[in-house]
């Protein structure tokens, strides 16, 4: 019973200690922060004799009655932003924006915003907000409109910076800051677009009219490519109705084409059979006549190099047989010298004198008939003037008879040649008929009178002398009668 008793109280005490220390133990969540405040606590980073603890993300021991727990949020806070701002231009604009901040996590921070915000946390956005719509208007106040809209960026930047200070010492920090619209309730804005709409809208018609261009030209190069797809399927179809055509043909050709390769090949037969029957006729011949022919041409070809050679063997022969004879008579006119000219030295004083009065006689006698041949010549020429000379006389006495006589000795041969002018010539034309053929002859036998009468006029117009009276051109301006004109055509036949 006792043992009972004592257990019981032991339960009661352990239960009791549970519920005490449930009471007194508080867990800081992880988006708040735990502010102990009740007795003097010394926190790591703060300054000494705060008179309250922070307690983040851990448990701590609280005593109920001496130390009070309250909780301060650790969450993300928005605030909208609605500024009424003035440029550097003095235009007036409404920019609209967003703040997204929150208390920072260092115990510097939680302390600054629990001394500022622990009762007001609802509070903490509307503060945000006037501070940052400050320096809001402060920093669009140095700004034009071409900046702010050209780089946003750059408005959040000074921003932040501006209200950094401030946050700090709020305890806050800003996550983000962005600037979602510029209002121009002028108009200026839309003023700055138009130049940059309209050639906006410049290049939208440029383009549009160049898509217009180029779907019109791929409209009309596809119904070129359906053109030229029709006339190639044309072609093909003409062309395959041209191959029908053409196998229709041969079909019908083909019972004519058969006969004719038949026969063809019957006449190939027949050929044949004559080119083998000629290659026998040619072998018989090659049997019957030409190898006997060459056995006999080969037989007097033979007999006859043999009987050459026995004449070549005959001739060496006589040859070898007149060498010796000649060597012989050589040596014996040798034998017959040397006994000669011992004989001649004992004869050769006589026949010096002898030959000395030989030549003595015999150029006395060159010298006579030189001297006679001398005389002749003389004479000859001599003569011959005496003949010019007596020409020359006669000519200038009876000038015509002279004429008339060397005409006379060369009177055939004159009409020889007047007749060789109609030697090469195959056909003839005469312009009046047989009268025209009398006269060519007459005229052809007449030429020796023609060229009488021209010595006659050549002699009348020399002087005595057998100087011509005139050097000019002619002879005293006499020119030669040329004989008639007669067609003649030669053949070419």
Request: glycine residues 8%.
């Amino acid at each position: 019973m006792v043992i009972g008793v004592v257990a019981g109280a032991v339960v009661l005490a352990l239960v009791f200690i549970v519920v005490v220390f449930k009471l007194m133990w508080r867990v800081a969540e992880p988006n708040e922060a735990l502010i102990i405040s009740g007795s003097k606590h010394r926190t790591e980073g703060l300054e000494e004799g705060m008179g309250f603890r922070i307690v983040t993300g851990r448990g701590t021991l609280v005593v109920p009655g001496v130390q009070a727990v309250r909780k301060l949020s650790l969450d993300l806070n928005e605030t909208e932003l609605h500024v009424d701002c003035v440029t550097h231009q003095g235009i007036p604009l409404k920019v609209r924006g967003v703040v997204i901040f929150k208390v920072g996590d260092d115990f510097v921070s939680i302390a600054n915003a629990a001394r500022r915000f622990l009762d007001q946390q609802r509070l903490m956005s509307e503060r945000v907000h006037n501070v940052f719509a400050g320096h809001l208007r402060s920093i669009v106040g140095g700004l034009t409109v071409e900046d702010m809209i050209r780089d946003r960026e750059k408005l959040t930047g000074q921003t932040r910076a501006a209200c950094g200070t401030e946050m700090e010492k709020l305890g806050l920090i800003v996550d983000s800051l962005q600037i979602h619209e510029i209002e121009d309730p002028t108009g200026y804005i839309q003023n700055l677009a138009a130049p940059h709409a309209a050639a906006v809208q410049r290049d939208a018609r440029i383009a549009q009219a160049e898509a217009n261009r180029l779907a019109t030209e791929a409209e009309q190069q596809s119904f070129a490519r359906m053109a030229e797809a029709t006339r190639d399927s044309e072609i093909l179809q003409a062309g395959y109705q041209a191959e029908r055509d053409k196998a229709a043909a041969k079909a019908r050709q083909a019972g004519p084409l058969a006969d004719a390769g038949a026969r063809q090949e019957v006449v190939v037969q027949e050929t044949r059979v004559a080119e083998l029957e000629a290659h026998r006729r040619e072998q018989q011949l090659q049997a019957d006549v030409r190898k006997p022919a060459d056995a006999r041409a080969y037989e007097k070809r033979t007999l006859a190099e043999a009987e050459r050679d026995a004449r070549i063997s005959a001739a060496q022969a006589k040859a070898k047989e007149t060498e010796l004879a000649a060597a012989a008579e050589a040596t014996r006119v040798k034998t017959a010298a040397g006994a000669e000219a011992e004989s001649t030295k004992t004869r050769g004083a006589a026949a010096a004198q002898a030959t000395r009065a030989t030549g003595e006689a015999e150029a006395a006698a060159a010298q006579a008939k030189g001297l006679a041949d001398a005389e002749a010549t003389r004479a000859k020429g001599l003569a011959e003037a005496e003949a010019i000379k007596a020409r020359a006389a006669a000519l200038a006495e009876n000038q015509e008879a002279v004429v008339a006589q060397q005409l006379a000795e060369k009177w055939p041969e004159i009409v020889r040649a007047g007749a060789s002018a109609f030697g090469n010539v195959d056909n003839m034309v005469l312009l009046n008929g047989a009268d025209g053929m009398g006269e060519m002859f007459a005229k052809a036998l007449t030429m020796g009178g023609t060229g009488l009468g021209l010595a006659r006029q050549l002699l009348s117009s020399m002087n005595p002398n057998g100087a011509p009276a005139n050097t000019g051109a002619g002879l005293n301006g006499f020119v030669p009668p040329r004989p008639e004109k007669v067609a003649v055509e030669k053949d070419e036949g």
